[in-house]
C-alpha cells in the first residue's frame, strides 16, 4: 500500500488506471470535480445549521464554506479558460454508498460522529485523487492546480477528525473510524473504475 495513502488512514488505494482515465475525459473529471466542492460547501453548512451549539465546530467550519465555494469558482474559471461547459451534476454512487453506511437516529453523539467521520473520509479519498492527479497528468498546470487541491482536502480530513475528538471520546472515535476505513475500502474495491467521476 503506498504510504502517501497509509497518512490518510486510507486502507485501499485507488485503482492506478483511475488516472489515465480521468486525463482523457478532463471535461466530464472536472465537472463532477466543480460539483464535488459545491457539496462540500453545502456540507459544511449543513453542519453548522444542525450544530449551532458546538462553538468550535462553528468557528472552524465557517471558514470552510468560503473556501469550498472558493474552490467551486477556480474550477469554473478553469472549465471556461479551456472552453468546457460545466455538465449536469450526476449520481454520486460513492457518497450515497457512505451515506447508508452512516447512523441515522439513535443517540445525537452518535449521529454527529458519523457525520464527522463521512465527511472526513470523503476528504481523505479526495486528497488522494488529487494526489494522483497532480503525479499522472501531463499538463503542467493541472499538476500544480491538482497539487494545491490535495494540501487543502487533506487539512480539511484532519479537521473533521479533530472535531470528532473535541466532542466524543477519542477511543470511540478511533473504533469507528476503523469501521468506516474497512467499510470503504471494501466499497472501493467493488466499484466500477470510472475516470469522468472524482470519486
Not at 492506478?16 to 466530464?28: C, F, G, H, Q, Y
Not at 493541472?142 to 479537521?159: N, P
Request: charged share 30%.
Amino acid at each position: 500500500m503506498s504510504s502517501k495513502v497509509s497518512i490518510l488512514g486510507l486502507k485501499l488505494p485507488t485503482d492506478p488506471r483511475w488516472v489515465n482515465l480521468a486525463a482523457i475525459s478532463l471535461e466530464e473529471i472536472l465537472t463532477d470535480h466543480a460539483f464535488c466542492e459545491q457539496k462540500a460547501a453545502t456540507s459544511a453548512i449543513s453542519l453548522i445549521q444542525r450544530y449551532p451549539e458546538r462553538a468550535r465546530l462553528v468557528d472552524e467550519l465557517a471558514p470552510i464554506v468560503t473556501e469550498e465555494w472558493g474552490h467551486f469558482r477556480q474550477v469554473l474559471a478553469e472549465m471556461k479558460k479551456r472552453g468546457f461547459a460545466l455538465g449536469k451534476q450526476r449520481k454520486d454512487l460513492y457518497v450515497n454508498e457512505l451515506m447508508n453506511f452512516q447512523q441515522r437516529g439513535g443517540a445525537p453523539d452518535a449521529v454527529l460522529l458519523d457525520r464527522l467521520l463521512q465527511f472526513a473520509l470523503i476528504e481523505a479519498r479526495s486528497a488522494e485523487r488529487f494526489r494522483l492527479l497532480s503525479e499522472g497528468l501531463e499538463d503542467a498546470y493541472l499538476k500544480e492546480f491538482y497539487r494545491k487541491f490535495m494540501i487543502s482536502e487533506a487539512g480539511h480530513y484532519r479537521l473533521f477528525i479533530d472535531l470528532a475528538n473535541e466532542y466524543l471520546p477519542e477511543e470511540r472515535v478511533r473504533q469507528r473510524w476503523t469501521e468506516w476505513l474497512e467499510f470503504e475500502a471494501d466499497m472501493i474495491a467493488k466499484l466500477p473504475v470510472r475516470g469522468d467521476r472524482m470519486h
